[in-house]
């Protein structure tokens, strides 16, 4: 059957995650993988998870496999209204925060608006940008706040001299995937102004928001205005990702088109799932286990980043995240992160090219020196403390043979 003259246009902007394709070529227990974003296995609490959902099933019998409301069990929203302040008018519950941001670029956007995000950006929301053949522009951070507000000023301006559309600036404020890095109370006000005055929305993604491991927690963007910031939150990092439940919270208009969206989705997320969930979480079990995971992930980013000091050749910088689960390394501008790949896994350890998150890169305009070839994503949750220790010997040692 030729299915090629089937396909939407849509599909034609899909393309695959090449982190994805890594998982499907090798077995990640048996390798040293610094690629993953997956937490540890040793943050499940399969006990307690075990105890409350018998005791889910008592408490709600059938209706614990029943379909459910469309915005999420009441029990849940009440729950994270509890935990987060926020009205439960203004929650709706996802089946994961990846389906969060795909239903709030297919409610926003049309073929050729433009979405803005920092360059860096996570992969998942680029793919499914891409896949709603949005124009994706990424900026750059700068360190400096007044260069800061100019390259987004810049930006802006340059898109709308070409006469489009900027729907959303999608933002990961806290522990950025894939930097690692925070963005300060003042470069988050710099850009709400700048939606306010150009009048688009942000897209706050916050699955590590909860993974401080130092420093002080900032304000989100949603608290600095909860009407123009759609914010995006997951149980993936903080329970386990196999639950595939997240959620958001947004201004009531934004989040009924939402709704409206997700009924030809998947009708309601995992009701079975989301009354764990709330047991979990108003038990207070889920603060319990979530103060264990942050100790063994500051642990885990604390021997990373001295074994990096210890061993990495002097040529290499890399971010120093205050949590989430990914630092990022740059290597000298010459350096092909992409091409060294095969040769790290030749010899069993694996990372993700930071050109994999690279708005240029991954839009296909080649930009020499700026498409982020010379950096990689470096995961510290995933393996054990000693894997770790291993694994930075063995890559610092291929390194320093190639640079
Ligand atoms: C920034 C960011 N947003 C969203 C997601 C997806 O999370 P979820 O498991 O809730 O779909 C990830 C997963 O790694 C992520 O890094």
Redesign the pocket.
């Known amino acids: 059957m030729p299915y090629t003259d089937l396909f939407s246009a849509d599909t034609g902007s899909f393309f695959r995650s090449p982190v994805r394709d890594i998982f499907k070529k090798v077995d990640l227990n048996s390798i040293y993988s610094f690629a993953g ?1 997956y937490p540890s296995a040793e943050t499940f609490p399969l006990d307690t998870f075990r105890e409350i959902m018998s005791g889910v099933i008592e408490k709600y019998r059938g209706q614990a496999f029943q379909y459910g409301a469309t915005q999420g069990v009441t029990e849940l929203r009440k729950a994270l209204s509890d935990r987060y302040g926020v009205p439960v008018e203004r929650i709706q519950i ?1 089946s ?6 795909d239903v709030c670029t297919r409610v926003m956007v049309d073929p050729g608006d433009v979405i803005l995000t920092s360059n860096p ?5 680029l793919q499914s940008f891409s896949s709603y053949r949005a124009d994706i522009r990424g900026v750059s951070h700068e360190e400096d706040p007044v260069r800061f507000l100019r390259a987004y000023t810049d930006m802006i301006e340059k898109v709308l001299a070409e006469g489009k559309k900027i729907k959303f600036l999608y933002m ?1 404020p806290d522990f ?3 930097s690692g890095e925070t963005l300060s109370l003042e470069e988050r006000k710099i850009l709400i102004r700048l939606a306010q005055e150009y009048g688009f929305v942000i897209v706050e ?4 928001r909860e993974l401080r491991y130092s420093g002080e927690q900032i304000p989100t963007m949603y608290s600095l205005d909860p009407d123009r910031v759609l914010h ?6 903080i329970m386990a ?1 196999g639950f ?3 959620w958001i919270f947004a201004h009531p208009d934004l989040l009924d088109k939402i709704y409206v969206c997700k009924q030809s989705l998947d009708l309601c997320p995992p009701v079975f799932d989301q009354y764990v969930a709330a047991e979990f979480l108003s038990s207070g079990l889920l603060d319990r286990n979530l103060g264990k995971s942050i100790c063994l992930y500051k642990e885990k980013r604390d021997l990373m980043l001295s074994m990096l000091e210890e061993h990495m050749p002097s040529s290499v910088r890399w971010t120093r995240p205050e949590g989430g ?1 990914f630092l990022f390394l740059t290597l000298p501008e010459t350096f092909d992160s992409v091409k060294f790949y095969d040769t790290a896994l030749g010899n069993g350890v694996a990372y993700v090219a930071g050109a994999f998150f690279n708005t240029e890169w991954i839009s296909g305009r080649r930009c020499p020196g700026k498409d982020g070839l010379n950096t990689m994503r470096m995961n510290f949750s995933f393996m054990s403390k000693e894997r770790i220790r291993e694994g930075i010997i063995l890559l610092s040692g291929l390194l320093k043979e190639s640079l």
């Not at 950006?121 to 929301?125: D, E, N, P, Q, V």
């Not at 995006?232 to 990092?237: D, E, M, N, R, V």
Request: proline share 9%; net charge positive.
């Open positions: 974003g996802t994961s925060s990846q389906q969060g941001i950006s996570y992969l998942g929301a990961i950025q995937n894939p993604d916050s699955p590590y995006l939150g997951s149980f993936s990092k990702p595939r439940l997240g689960l």
